[in-house]
């Protein structure tokens, strides 16, 4: 396999396997942490060991810090904040094909 074809297979499996079952946030974070991990590889090779505890505390910060899907974003397909109307949210999900959210109006 040449590179190009992994990286099209690890992303075909990642949308239809691992966002599916975790979900928007925890694929997320899951790629900010794959994402740290490589980095603190490489790092380590460059600078050595005393940087990596450091750096993989930043990895989990950043990865503790990724934001759930704003709910007006699924049910309304409007950016939060340029909606007219007083809503609750009753209820989210998320799908493999599409997201659903239940608000009372």
Known sequence: MRKHDRAIVGSLIFGLVVIPQAGT???????VVLAGLAGLILMER???????????AIAALLA????ALPWKLIGLRAA????DGNWTLLETAEGMNSSVALFEV
């Open 80 to 83: 939060p904040g340029h909606d």
């Open 64 to 67: 503790w810090s990724v934001p």
């Open 46 to 56: 460059i600078a050595g060991n005393y940087k990596v505890p450091g750096a993989m």
């Open 25 to 31: 946030q925890r694929a997320e974070q899951l790629l």
